[in-house]
Structure formats: C-alpha cells, structure tokens
C-alpha cells in the first residue's frame, strides 16, 4: 500500500543496484512521485538475479522489479549530451515540490554544483561507496566492520559474510530520511542542500551509535564470537524432537521468568545460580552463566515436537520464533500474507501476478492506494517529458527519433 | 556533528533497547530536540552490555550512552498517574512543531487515541514487535526470514544468526523516515497521524523489496547457501601469504576486468569460459562459475602478503576490502577517525573522552555544530518541565518532593 504522507514531492532517481533504489521506493510508498531515468535499454543493475526465466535469457529481474515498484520509468540515453540535459532539467524544473535528485552515480553532469546554476534551491542526495569518492559496495564495507570475525563462531582465519546487503538498507533508509529533512529545511528557509552519504560511513557510524566503538577504545577489548547466543542477556536457538529449530530471547526480566517458568527448569536455575555464583535477575550475569543455562533448556527443546514446544513458548509468553526458510515462511506463516495489511498481491508486467509489500508503517487513519508494480522500461517517458518538462508531442516524437529517448521497453513474456 | 535541518521540531521518546532510540538519535542528528523520557533510575535498557567498569558494578552502560547523545533527559516515575500526565503533556504541548511521540512502549496511556483526545493532530509513531502487539525482537524475527539458513554455508540443521542488529536498524531509519513524512503532511493538512511500525513487518517488507518472496513464490526455490559468495555475480573472500583476508567484488562489467587484470589470469579466465561454456561477461554466468573463478583468484592472493596485494588491488581499481576486528579497525583505518569528518571525540559524563559518530551524511554547505554526549539521566528534567510545560520553580519543586521527577542522577565515576 502507498500513503499519501509526502503527496506533492517529485523526486528524481538515476541509480542503481539497492541503497538509492530502495531510497526511492520508500519515497514512493510514503506518496512521493519518484520518477526513475535509467538508460535506454536498462542500466547496470537492470538484469540482477534472479531473473524469471525465459528462452532468450531476458527475463525480468525479479530484484530489479522488487526495488522499483511504485515508480514511474523514463528511459534516456545517458552517453548523449541531450540525454543528460534531459536529467538536469527534470531535476531542477520549477516548484516547490520539484528539484529534488536521489542518485548513486556520481558523474560530474549530476554534481550538486552543475544542478545548483539552473536551480539554486535544488536537494541532491548522492550515496557514494567511501567519502572520498571511491568505489565500496556492502561486502567491502562490511568485511571491515568486525561483524564478520565473530558471526557463527566465526574468527579472522574464517569471517562469514552477511547475507542481507544490511548496509545498503541502512543507508537507502537514512537517504531518504535526509532528503525529507532537507525538504523540511528548505520549506523553512528557502535553502536547498547537497547531501552525501558513504555506504562506509554509514557503517562505522553506526558501530558508534551501538556503542562498539566506545567499547573497543575504552575497555581494549574485542566483542567475543559467541555463535548463536545474543550478546549481554540471553538466548539462543535450541533444536525440537522433530529437527526443527527455535530461537529464545531473554532480554528483559519478564521474559526471563517466562522462559524459566514455561521449561519449568527454576529449581535448577536456583541451583546453577548458586553454583555459580551469579545472579540471573541481572542480565548481564545471564549472559554470563549462558551456556549453563543453554544446557539445562536444551532438554525442554529435545524432549518436544515444535508444535508442541510453540504452544507452551506461546502459553507462557516466550520472546521466540522458528527458523524458516523462505519457502516455509511463505507456506507457512500469516504475517507474510495478504491477511496482513502491509502485504497485497500485485501484477508485474513482464513477470505476473505475486505477493509484494508496501510501506511497513500501518497508519490506520490514512488513505491507503495500491502498490503499483515495476513499469516495463521507458512506460513513462513520454508523459514525463510533456508533464514536467512541458514539451510538446512533436519535440518528444523527435528526441525518439535521435534515439535520445525511448519509450516502454518490450514485454518480455508476450507472445514472440 | 549534528546538522540544523529539523532546528524547531520537538519530538518526546519514551523508548527502549534500539529501534525507537536510534530512530530518535537519527532525528536528533539531523536538529530534532529530542527530549528522552526515561524511568527514574532507568529503564528496562539502562544497563545494558557493555558497561564500564565499576567497583559497585553501576559502570554506564556504552550502549545506552552510544544510542542516547544528543538528546534532553528527563527522569519520570512513569508508575504514577501524575508521572503518565506530566509525559502525555510533553507530547501534547502546543506548537506547529511539537506533538511527537516516538515510543516502542505500547502502553495504553501513551495510546494514540488517548494523545488525541489532548491535541487533534498529535503524531505518534509505536514500534512495534509485531503488527498484533504481540512481542518480537531482533533475533526472533530474523529467525524467520530464511537468512540464518543460508548464512555461512549454514543449513536448516544450523542456522547462523546475524550479529548485527539489522531490523532495529532498519526499523529505526524507517520510524524517523515515517515521523518526517506526518510532519511534511500535517504541515500541509493540519492532520495528525497514528504510524505505528513492526519489526516483523519491517524484516518481511523487505524480503518483498529485495525481490527474495518473489523468487520464491515464482521460482519456487530458495537462495542457495553459497558460504562468503555474493549472490548473482563474482565476488568472495581469500586469503593473503601473512593471513589477512581480503573480500573482492566484481559486480559490474568494469569491477570484472579490474579483477580479472590485476590478478593477471585473463587467459586462464578464457580458457574455463571455453572449457564451462560459459560467458563470464554476463554477472550471472560469472555467479554460476565462481568456484572456477574463486580457484583462480585464490593463488594470486596466497602468494602475497596483504599489503602488496592491497596496493595493486588499489591500483587496478579493483572493488575490495579487508577482514577486520574492531580492534583493527580503529588502529588502522582512518575512515574511522577524527579524520574523517563524520566522527568527533566527545566527552560522556561517568565515561570520559571517546570517539564518537555525528550523522552519516555529508552536507558540506550546512553549518555543523558537536555531538553532544548522552546526558546523565533526569540530566534535564527541570528544564523541560518549565520551558515545555511552563511549571514554575515551585511547581517542579513539589513534583521532586512528591518522587514524581527527579534531577540528573550521580555521576557514577565521581569520587565517593
């Protein structure tokens, strides 16, 4: 579903891969008219895997569909000089909602300062790999963070990578924050702003904001690779009877009484607690008696099926959830349905009819409208040219014909 | 640094752990008064892993400090009635830029409707465990998204759990995203609005928008369980001669020939292409023949140390990175320094000086002022309550006498 919080705002998109994209789909759900220019024909990111098949092997990406829902789609032939003043102008038409520039290709024709002489007031948010300019995607940004060394067990001779591009998201997520923030600032003062933000940055920032970096500098010492266990408090993942897997947390201390009393384990609890000499009502202590404590819930797990371990976590009020995959998930679990408010089923030209989601917020009182799916390449070329930048049909007919421009792309699974 | 984008907006948190935190954080770095409401003596996440050290054991908590700078605190004893008024007065005092709410806590007094009822066009944004109400967190809702069974080369039988709190980060990006959006439309409309935001919504939304339920619902497949391979093109980790590892993606057409000429194997390249039939100029033929890729790439790498395969990596522009600890990476990399002007050393009450992030983005034409460090808690107290509220010296007087409120706590690294 799409919101109309932001009704008003254009935002220009000339990117690529996930950070920027994902930056203008959440303008776009939130109601913003995201216009996104790719080159004709598709851009660097246009046939990412996984692509539906197809006998030729042009199937549509089913990524690239994913991130440019909601959009509309110009096509433009970005090498030509009268393709890029194309750009320009849509990015600095006038209005008040206009002149704003979501991008992750920094090329001296998109600068902030080039967009500045046609329109002062202009916003432009450019996402860069490293501050300096230089390239970085989220492996290589990633690898640096430390998170790797210690995922799964894992040590420098045998980091494990992240699967979910988190980075990426973090930053599509701050960009677009930025841009309504700037949006707010130039409402007030009349001021447009460049802003730029580093995939890099955005990661060793955020070892700040959860304190990893305070903790290295000042108490010399590295966050212990600790597998599954969750760092200060706990919980783990514990096997059923029947070889399925179920995460626990215990974070708060209601949820630690929930967890002792659902495995009715207090009276050795007690015990260990003694032992030990820790104090498990404090979290910190738990953390640290944690593979005691792992040791005496491993039987409550072992000795049931997950439907039945599920029934008494759920009795009881247990912080858990069940390992899934994707397709388990989608066969499975109800919150990844149209029976939730956030999912609906949508029809993607090229690809056909799936689930997909909206905006994540549930924002009871708004209007709501339709995800509308990834356009075919080029759908909107024309009536973006006549709409924005008010040329007539004669004028687009002849960029068409200069292969400046192109319109909606063929679709890929119609009849040959 | 903090950037004066949002100077007049005032926004109430009444949160806990690091959805809603680092929502309010991110606001706060972008010019929000962000005025945090916390138990007196503190919250549920006051004394979270890590702390410093402390003879008594009350060391503070760097992970609340890291998630809490920039922001007034105010120290309320939220069990009493007149404690929920004093807060529901906060988020409901007049002017065009107050009436935020960001809350994690789904506690009736804070209830929308009941906010509404004080001010028509209150905002407030709820995150959420799930979209029912019931609890969620990080790790219970990670479980279910099928990425632990492919991380690591993992399986069902051993799923890898993230380190990294991927969903709260997102959810909190997302949260400041949403507030922003309701203050650009209530600007416009005079309309308030009821966000409320789930973690699970937030991690299955982007299952969606990373195109992974599609490809399970039309392809009927899962992701494979590919180790440190990235997904859809060529890119993995090895090791150097002296033991470090390095990652290296070759996504696009350019990262592919930058890799392939600085390891020198093109004519090796060429002859698995014959001998697989494969073209490895498409990224998703170089994703089906990555081990042969990987085999080749490996030896270039083992036969030298980090340093020299770093500089010829660097000057073949080749996408790379390297394994770090925390540790390391503050040693040795200056993006992670007061060189880099995202970071500042501030000073923390009960801590001392560290190294401490501003906001991510760049805005070179933006004044900037410091990070403020997280505040002793109740730190602001009497200010809010009389500069918000209007009490009088008296008035907040009683509210102290009667335990209601209560001033800046005891600095914990103060003498006896």
């Avoid at 980075?167 to 730029?196: M, N, P, S």
């Avoid at 909606?408 to 040959?416: I, Y």
Wanted: net charge negative; aromatic share 6%; glycine share 10%.
């Amino acid at each position: 579903m799409t919101y109309p919080f932001l009704g008003r705002l254009r935002v220009i998109e000339s990117s690529a891969f996930i950070a920027a994209p994902l930056a203008g789909l959440t303008l776009a759900q939130y109601g913003a008219d995201v216009i996104r220019i790719d080159m004709i024909g598709g851009g660097i990111d246009y046939a990412r895997m996984p692509r539906m098949p197809h006998p030729e092997g042009r199937g549509r990406s089913l990524y690239w569909t994913a991130l440019n829902k909601g959009k509309r789609s110009v096509a433009i032939d970005l090498r030509k000089p009268e393709g890029r003043e194309l750009i320009q102008a849509l990015v600095t038409a006038p209005g008040p909602d206009a002149g704003l520039l979501l991008t992750n290709i920094g090329t001296p024709w998109l600068s902030h300062e080039s967009l500045a002489q046609k329109r002062a007031d202009v916003i432009s948010c450019t996402i860069q790999g490293n501050g300096d300019g230089s390239t970085a995607v989220d492996y290589t940004v990633n690898c640096a963070t430390g998170y790797p060394v210690i995922t799964g067990g894992g040590s420098s001779a045998a980091p494990v990578n992240h699967v979910l591009p988190a980075w990426d998201i973090a930053c599509a997520y701050q960009a677009a924050f930025a841009v309504l923030a700037a949006v707010d600032h130039r409402r007030r003062t009349g001021q447009g702003a460049e802003l730029k933000l580093a995939l890099s940055d955005m990661a060793f920032t955020m070892l700040s904001h959860l304190g990893v970096l305070a903790e290295s500098e000042l108490l010399h010492q590295e966050r212990p690779s600790i597998g599954n266990h969750l760092y200060g408090a706990f919980g783990r993942d514990f096997a059923t009877a029947d070889g399925q897997r179920i995460m626990v947390a215990a974070i708060s201390a209601g949820q630690w009484k929930s967890l002792v009393n659902c495995c009715g384990i207090s009276d050795s609890i007690a015990q260990v607690q003694r032992e030990l000499q820790l104090d498990f009502a404090d979290e910190a202590q738990r953390f640290e008696g944690r593979d005691a404590i792992a040791a005496l819930v491993e039987p409550w797990f072992a000795q049931r099926n997950a439907q039945e371990a599920e029934a008494a976590l759920e009795a009881h009020k247990v912080c858990w959830g069940r390992y899934s995959t994707v397709q388990e998930l989608l066969a499975q679990d109800a919150r990844v349905s149209t029976d939730n408010p956030v999912f609906e089923r949508i029809d993607t030209p090229g690809i056909g009819q799936h689930i997909a989601a909206g905006a994540a917020v549930r924002a009871p009182a708004m209007e709501r409208a339709p995800t509308s799916a990834a356009a075919l390449l080029g759908t909107h070329t024309d009536e973006v040219l006549e709409q924005v930048l008010g040329l007539s049909p004669e004028a687009v007919g002849r960029l068409h014909d200069a292969g400046i421009v192109a319109g909606p792309e063929r679709d890929p699974s119609a009849a040959a």
